[in-house]
């Protein structure tokens, strides 16, 4: 393994009637959608609407209470699937272990796992630093870094593994607007790199009509619309409407 | 509460489970042991040197007084090595230790770290709890073990320098050699295992269950220590009754 580059081996992600209750409250009410391979797939919805729990059962960190997930045809609830298929997300908060510097989160992987010897993994890290911008940032702790580059670390370490399949949480939020346009550029390269099929999950209109193939539309636990970034732009539904056209309204001055 | 205890109970199960990782893990065991051992040496060695030494004072003049005096050494010695030592370096390492392992676990569940770590396929257990669990499982009974010598050596002083006890510290310490024996010690030793390996898990269970920002790590870590300790005192009963000659 050198420092992440093609990956033919991208997954299809399919969703089948996902539902999710917290207590009494319905978080997901039934969504259904297809990932192609290699493909950018955003969600996009208001806060609270359900979009870190699916990308949380889609990587297995939770399950879902009916419905069913599969990669590449084959459901996720079995181990084997879950250990078959190489998948990694980027967190919100970039959720980097604050103990470790920058070299030894990105290498953590490599390090836990035995996969490469320390001075390979060095070589490795820094070449995958590199990718992301980072070059020469091992030694620092992840508190000396920026929002940005803790994201862009967390990307790094994401691609440390080779992923198949790529889930990024809000990547952009709490980022300045040229940081955030860094980040999408960073996803956008990354995809063309190595073909790796993305879903994002964002808020962000700006990131997620830039990235996009295709986009998801949630609200309230249920998909509204869904299509190319041109195809939910036209969507009548004014739900739709009112999430990606919302603006401040000035009250007029006297 | 008794959802609590099963967790537990599963926690240390998977965590015996994962021994056989130990080697693998030697590198943090070896970090973490560091902090537990060294970080509270000097702390123990206060602490253990007026233990010994207020036991000799409280009870040295009254038996100074009837002529008992001569069997101080013994007192000392024993109470020290079987109770006092084990329970109160037990409590004290709760404190400095448990809420540290709560506090750390906790704010890595908080912040999402745990999550990351199941993401790559890194097992918690293996990555968090086994280091620490063996870590202070070898460290409480080391430093059980210097605060047992510590606090024989406070007791001798004491007897000595004290006019109202005054017995010379050879003295003191060829009692103690008669009446303390090898098992003696080693049923303390054995307790403070007992103790380390209740800290571990209740702290490393408060750490893991943590919910909410920062209040919920207070929160844990004040349980953590609370229910260590409360634990401690309920299994030092115990566990003197099965040891008792």
Redesign the interface.
Known sequence: MSAPESNNNCVGVEVRGLKKNFGRQEILKGLDFKVEPGEIFVIMGPSGSGKSVLL?QI???ELPDEGEILINGESIQSPEVM?KYR???V???G?????LTVGENVG??LA??RLKKPDEIARIVAQTLDIVGLKGTEEKMPSELSGGMKKRVAIA?ALI?EPQLILYDEPTSELDPVSAMVIGEEILRLNKRSHVTSIVVSHDRDLAFGVADRIAVIVEGSIVAIGTPEEVKSKPDPLVQKFLHADIKRPNKS | MFENIGEMLVLFWRTLMALPMTLRQRHKIFEHFFEIGNGSLLMVCVLAFFIGGETALQTGPFLAEKSFGGYLGGIVGYSVCRELAPILMAILIAGRSGSAMAAEIGSMRVYQEIDALRTMNINPIHYLILPRMVAIAIALPMLVLFAILVGWVGGGIVSAANNRIDIPIQAFFKNLQEVVKFQDVGNGLFKSFCFALIIGIVSCHQGLVTIGGPRGIGRSVTKAVVNSIVLIIIFDYILTRVLLK
């Not at chain 1, 959720?95 to 103990?99: E, H, K, M, R, Y």
Request: net charge neutral; no cysteine; hydrophobic share 50%.
């Open positions: 949380k990587i297995g960190l250990d998948m990694a997300m967190f919100q908060s959720a980097l272990l604050n103990s953590l992987y836990e796992h370490r593994v």
